[in-house]
């Protein structure tokens, strides 16, 4: 296939720009693969969609504010971007601009609660590795001065640093947010345990996910790689949810990305931890997962690929297309699709 297969108009005004409150009212479609025909409801009537013996698996990473400023002796002020901790204080940044961070190049953040010395750049991307030093922990630093790392698309400034972190999240290490997930209120989530079971896995969203498909041919497109965990317990109860007849649900892309690359590696869903570059495209044979929760993505993007290729290409297309006509809100901040 094309990449410009995937590519569909889109209004501006359609891309969410603040998220709802409260999170559970954002607009949910519904879509059946099997007929393709699509209906509209809210999301915090998802709970009523499930069955006993479904088992919902949700990505409990936690993103980085991995936002900040430094500031050169000469005063001139750069903006980084934390990527990925490479080793101890070190982390791949993306900065701009990138005149003013060279190699050796010395910043402070925070009023001097941390410092920065870029030690390499990467010619083919870009990005810089940086060795940071801080008066405290990294992340409790982070914490206080870092702003979230937000896609470019969001214009608006996010008043409340927890609208773009999932309610269920642990383990920091992401640079954006699963955001399938942002829906969630901790009350639906006590209320879906009444009515089937829930089991989390780690996948540590990199800015890869966002990369534009610049391949002509769709299969020509180099993947991103991403680390995950899959728990014994959250294996144990996929295999026995598949044993009792009930549906692996998917809450966004990056739990399907983690599920499915397992269940390719091993042929079975077991406990594994490791690096995923698993690119889901139309043609894929699913292994594991039975529906997907997810958000709408991006045009010609991966996410949007790996949807067509659990949906249908033609469903997903032209359920894009009514999402669009009926004005739905598209991506991070966006409504959400059901597939089953």
């Known amino acids: 296939m094309k990449t410009s297969d995937f590519f569909y108009e889109l209004p501006d005004e359609l891309i969410a720009q603040t998220p709802v409150e409260p999170r559970n009212m954002s607009r949910l479609m519904l879509l059946d693969k099997k007929s393709g025909k699509t209906e509209h409801k809210i999301f915090k009537d998802f709970s009523l969609l499930l069955h006993e013996n479904d088992c919902l698996i949700l990505n409990d990473t936690r993103v980085i504010p991995a936002r900040i400023f430094g500031t050169k002796d000469s005063g001139a002020s750069v903006e980084f971007l934390l990527l990925k901790q490479c080793e101890n204080d070190v982390w791949q940044c993306l900065v701009k601009p990138g005149k003013r961070a060279k190699t050796g190049a010395v910043f402070t953040f925070g009023g001097g609660l941390m410092a920065g010395e870029i030690i390499s750049v990467n010619s083919e991307d870009g990005s810089r590795l940086v060795k940071f030093s801080a008066k405290r922990n990294i992340y409790t630093v982070l914490d206080e001065i870092g702003g979230m790392p937000l896609p470019p698309y969001i214009k608006e400034k996010l008043e409340d640093k927890e609208r773009y972190q999932t309610v269920y999240s642990r383990p920091v290490g992401s640079a954006a947010a699963p955001t399938a997930g942002l829906h969630f209120t901790k009350e639906m989530l006590l209320d879906i345990k009444n009515r089937a079971k829930i089991g989390y896995v780690t996948l540590h969203v990199g800015l890869g996910t966002f990369r534009p498909v610049k391949e002509e041919k769709v299969e020509n497109h180099l993947m991103h790689s991403e680390h995950y965990i899959l728990p014994a317990e959250t294996a144990d109860l996929i295999n026995e949810t598949k044993k009792s007849g009930g549906r692996v649900i998917a809450v966004g892309t990056t739990t399907c990305r983690t599920l499915e690359s397992v269940a390719s590696k091993f042929n079975e869903i077991r406990p594994d931890e ?41 469903n997903t297309m032209r359920a894009y297309k009514t999402a669009v006509n009926e004005k739905y809100r598209f991506f991070s901040f966006g409504d959400a699709m059901f597939i089953s």
């Open 274 to 314: 490791g690096d995923t570059s698993i690119f889901i495209y139309p043609g894929y044979k699913f292994k594991c997962i039975d529906a997907l929760l997810t958000n709408f993505h991006l045009p010609e993007s991966t996410l949007i690929m790996l949807v067509s290729a659990f949906a249908g290409y033609e």
